[in-house]
């Protein structure tokens, strides 16, 4: 099952010339079209709810004042939106020195629940451990991660958003995925 | 098939599932990796559908700051309001400079003046030619001094009236003129009330005894 919440290329570029022509109607379409994924992306990588909700209506405000100036996004808005989403993301824990991270103990999954025989590997480690596994990982990490396989974007959107190469993501996905595996090691993840 | 390594047979994967394909489907066209392919397929399947667990809680948040973002006014400052700004400003600070110019020269000229018509007679009739053009501006220094010297005799000759209740009742009888004959004769007592010291020549303490 794939559940792509992204529009496709067609419609984002009608709404992109819509919205620097300056209609209000675009840019409340995007929004309409967009508030989910860029959520989704904060939200993995951001543990407080409410923060992340902060983070995301901070993107869409800078998008609203981009299309007023110079700024505007003139290619791609998906790229552009995430762009401007690690910007807020590293705006924010860049003023606070230091990216909270979460320890092992933190998301371990109670005993009784890991000794059922036929819970899936990703059943028994649950979906808010699998987060806060992805927030232990080090910015670069997460970002290719939730990029490339919490929003299913291309490598080359996954590069120009994350200002690398084609090849190097390429590898920094696969380093990635495999350290948020051994992670989870500890989990029992290697019996699935 | 030409062989990938390992990297590039895991993207490959990645995009198979991209593309809607099933996690066997990769492990069957790349079986030389399966093993290993299919630990790290899972973490992105997880990852995926973790993604999509937040639809919700992402739906609820549209909701909640829809009205609050749309309704926002841009913050943008345009470039024609910067150059109207920076114009304004390029102007004023051009007239600020050639008045500063002005008046520094001005009081250099006449510091000059004062300085040099003195010793060179010569250099008089020049100084007396700059004086006229610049006497305008710089006169406002000198009519000041003469005003602030005349009013002083007056002022001191009609403030003495007003102060003449409020003097000590000792050296008014003997100070002061006798101005009108028709003000009451001047009483001891009005002014002793207001007084915590004791007047003069009542403190004597041979009466109290």
Known sequence: ?192 | MKPLNYTEAFNECVERLRQGQTLQDCLNAYPEYASSLKELLQVVIATRDNSNTLLQEAQEARERHRQRILATRPVVISSRSVFRWQSLVAVFALMMFFGGVLLWLNRDEEDVASEQIAPSPRLTPTMTSTATQTNVPSSTPTPTSTVTNTPTPTNTSTSTPTRRPTLTPSPTPTLLPPVDEEDPPINEDDFGEEDDDPPPYEDDGQDDD
């Open chain 1, 1 to 192: 099952m794939i559940f792509l919440v992204l529009p496709d290329y067609t419609e984002e570029d009608r709404l992109l010339s819509l919205a620097r022509g300056g209609s209000q109607l675009a840019i409340a379409e995007i929004y309409e079209l967009y508030y989910v994924p860029v959520y989704q992306f904060m939200r993995m990588r951001v543990a407080d709810r409410t923060l992340a909700e902060d983070m995301t209506s901070e993107v869409f405000v800078r998008m609203i004042n981009a299309f007023n100036g110079k700024n505007a996004p003139s290619q791609s808005l998906r790229g552009w939106l995430f762009k401007v989403a690690r910007y807020v993301i590293h705006d924010y824990y860049g003023a606070k020195k230091k990216m909270p991270q979460t320890t092992l103990e933190d998301w371990l999954p109670d005993p009784d629940e890991s000794q059922h025989p036929e819970a899936t590997f990703f059943k028994k480690i649950g979906i808010d451990a699998l987060r806060q596994a992805i927030q232990a990982l080090k910015p670069e990490y997460q970002e290719v991660i939730v990029l490339r396989f919490g929003q299913f974007l291309s490598l080359q959107e996954t590069a120009d958003i994350m200002g690398k190469t084609v090849g190097a993501i390429k590898v920094l996905q696969l380093r990635a995925i495999e350290k948020l595996r051994a992670q989870m090691l500890p989990l029992g993840g290697a019996e699935a």
